[in-house]
């Protein structure tokens, strides 16, 4: 399994655009990078996924460089509800695999 | 939207009994996992199952855990003897799980806060 590396903690403020940069330079043919969100006291939530290029949901984006050593979520114009622990996974698809979690991103988000 | 249940939300126990943790999957999924989180640290998988078997298990998996679908619905992680460092939340998870759809997602239950005196 690919090993991630991504800040450990991050703030904004509401309305900011917020990226998350995830650096993966291990990463295998076979591999997709997914991200989750977990906020305290629940389980993580699949947020989105991609193998390359960009990838947009109704919340967020992810972008992939073509050599994909590293992706970047971005949250366009986050809330206070934001405020989470942001997860990079890298793995093969397939929902049958294990999630190897980080210690993720802690994104505090201020009025 | 469907969801996975868990049960009891918190399980307070003393040290040496067993527990018992409930969970319902989402119903046409396939495949289902148990993970942890001690207070603080980093979601840890703990076990996956399908096809009435477990798929594969962590070194955490130790003698002491088990885990069974008794019915069509239920998915259950039992610990024979509670220790204090098993403390934590059980997140069950469950997925669709097919090899050709390219999708990763696992979904997660609400969590059952073990605490062990």
């Known amino acids: 399994l690919a090993k991630t590396t991504q800040p450990i903690s991050m703030d904004s403020y509401e309305g900011q655009e917020v990226n998350i940069t995830c650096s993966h330079n291990?990463?295998?043919?076979?591999?997709?990078i997914t991200w989750y969100q977990q906020f305290p006291s629940q389980g993580p939530r699949f947020i989105i996924q991609?193998?390359?290029t960009k990838v947009t949901n109704e919340v967020a984006s992810l972008f992939i460089p073509a050599d994909r050593k590293s992706s970047t979520l971005s949250l366009p114009r986050v809330s206070l509800s934001d405020t989470a622990v942001y997860y990079c996974l890298v793995g093969e698809a397939g929902g049958y695999n294990k999630l190897i979690f980080g210690a993720g991103t802690r994104l505090a988000v201020h009025p | 939207e469907p969801e996975v249940t868990q049960t009891p939300s918190h399980q307070v126990t003393q040290m040496g009994q067993e527990v018992i943790l409930r969970c319902v999957p989402i119903?046409?999924?396939?495949?289902f996992y148990w993970y942890r989180q001690i207070l603080g640290q980093k979601v840890e998988f703990l076990v996956s199952?399908?096809?009435?078997?477990?798929?594969?298990k962590s070194e955490i998996f130790d003698d002491q855990f088990s885990v069974e679908r008794p019915d069509g619905s239920n998915f259950t992680l039992k610990i024979r003897s509670t220790k204090l460092e098993d403390s934590a939340m059980y997140f069950c998870a469950s997925s669709e799980a097919s090899r050709t759809s390219g999708s990763y997602e696992q979904y997660f239950g609400p969590g059952t806060r073990l605490t062990v005196t």
């Open positions: 119903s046409n999924h396939l495949y």
């Open positions: 291990n990463i295998a043919t076979n591999d997709y």
């Open positions: 991609g193998y390359k």
């Open positions: 199952f399908y096809n009435n078997e477990i798929s594969e």
